[in-house]
C-alpha cells in the first residue's frame, strides 16, 4: 500500500476477496470499529450460500474470462479496483499494523537415534533455534 504496491500477493487477494464479498451488499459482511483501536469483521454466516458464494462467483468468473481472453486492460481494471485501499480501509489498515505480532517461527523438532533408543531434541522458537535444528539435522 505504501506507493500503492502489497508486500504480499496472497494478502492483495485476500482483500480482494473481502472488497468484493463488502460489495455483495444485503448487509453479509461488515467492519465494525471496537472501541479506540479495534477492527471487527462481521460476517452473517446464514448468507454465505445466497450471498457470498454468488458474489465470488461473479468476480472470479469475470477474472477468468479477461485472463483467458487476454484482455488485459479490463482484467487489471477488474483487480485493481477490487485490491484499492482508500477511505476506511486506510484506517482500519493502520489500526491493524498498529497491532501486528510479529511472525511465528516454527522449529522441527530432530530424532536421533541413541543406544537403541530414539531420542527427540526440542529447540526454541526463535531463528537461533531454527539455525540450531538445522544444524544438527544435517551436521
Keep these: 500500500v505504501e506507493q500503492k504496491k502489497w508486500r504480499q500477493a496472497h494478502m492483495q487477494a485476500r482483500f480482494a476477496i473481502l472488497k468484493t464479498l463488502m460489495r455483495a451488499g444485503q448487509d453479509f459482511v461488515k467492519i465494525a470499529r471496537t ?3 479495534g477492527v471487527e469483521v462481521q460476517i452473517d454466516g446464514s448468507k454465505i450460500k ?3 458464494v454468488p458474489a465470488i462467483r461473479e468476480f472470479l468468473g469475470k477474472l477468468n474470462v479477461y485472463k483467458s481472453s487476454a484482455d488485459f486492460e479490463k482484467g487489471s481494471a477488474l483487480y485493481l479496483d477490487a485490491t484499492s485501499v482508500e477511505g476506511e480501509f ?5 489500526i491493524v499494523i498498529a497491532k501486528k505480532k510479529p511472525r511465528k517461527v516454527f522449529v522441527q523438532a530432530n530424532t536421533r537415534l541413541e543406544d537403541g533408543q530414539v531420542k527427540i531434541s526440542h529447540y526454541d522458537a526463535t531463528p537461533e533455534g531454527v539455525v540450531q535444528s538445522f544444524v544438527e539435522r544435517y551436521a
Design 35 to 37: 472501541g479506540e483501536d
Design 50 to 52: 445466497t450471498v457470498g
Design 90 to 94: 486506510l484506517e482500519y489498515r493502520d
